[in-house]
């Protein structure tokens, strides 16, 4: 069993940023992917961003170059960096895990950007 804890989310302005972070309860190397998905209202949830088995990042095309996916030194975190946060950014974020074709989410946490 994994345990995916996020914080971090909150309201912001448009244009501001947040840092979201996903504590895991074991290193994140044990994972074959992890990342972060979105899902806002009335709509299916996303993809946002999230490494690959192969150590790569892949990012959804609406957030590269705003938002950067990162690991944690302590190796059982990551962090998702959101700069220039527009209102159609708003949503629930979820961090998730994968491991062996058996997927764990967090609990999600709400980010909201106002106009």
């Known amino acids: 069993q994994v345990q995916l804890v996020e914080s971090g989310g909150g309201l912001v302005q448009a244009g501001g940023s947040l840092r979201l972070s996903c504590a895991a309860s074991?290193?994140?190397?044990?994972?074959?992917?992890m990342g972060w998905y979105r899902q806002a209202p009335g709509k299916q949830r996303e993809l946002v961003a999230k490494?690959?088995?192969?150590?790569?990042?892949n990012y959804a095309d609406s957030v590269k170059g705003r938002f950067t996916l990162s690991r944690g030194n302590a190796k059982n975190t990551v962090y998702l960096q959101m700069n220039s946060l527009k209102p159609e950014d708003t949503a629930i974020y979820y961090c998730?895990?994968?491991?062996?074709?058996?997927?764990?989410w967090g609990q999600g946490t709400q980010v909201t950007v106002s106009s």
């Open positions: 074991r290193t994140i190397f044990s994972f074959n992917a």
């Open positions: 490494f690959t088995d192969g150590g790569s990042s």
């Open positions: 998730a895990a994968s491991v062996f074709g058996v997927d764990f």
